[in-house]
């Protein structure tokens, strides 16, 4: 029984035999060291680097919902790296 579950999740369309499974897997690395760089003084934070993330996640967010099959957790990710990133933006002056 555990078998054919590993089995349908290994052979499923957005399973780790794909970039739909690798490209969120990899893009949380961001948003983790984002998490972690917003600990930090706003001084300290790069504007362009905020600025770059929170725009990659708006574009990757809204591209995840129109590829095949809809990439939840590639959206999800990307999301959540929007939000990230523009806290600190929005606090910058």
């Not at 029984?1 to 780790?16: R, T």
């Not at 690798?22 to 934070?45: Q, R, V």
Request: charged share 15%; aromatic share 10%; net charge negative.
């Amino acid at each position: 029984m555990a078998n054919s579950k590993l089995q349908a999740i290994w052979n499923h369309p957005a399973g780790p035999k794909t970039i739909h499974f690798w490209a969120p897997t990899f893009k949380w690395g961001l948003t983790i060291a984002n998490i972690l760089d917003s600990s930090k003084p706003p001084e300290d934070l790069s504007y362009a680097q905020q600025s770059v993330l929170a725009c990659s996640g708006l574009i990757w967010a809204r591209y995840s919902t129109l590829i095949k099959p809809i990439a939840e957790e590639l959206e999800s990710c990307q999301c959540q790296s929007w939000d990230v990133s523009n806290c600190p933006v929005s606090t910058v002056t």
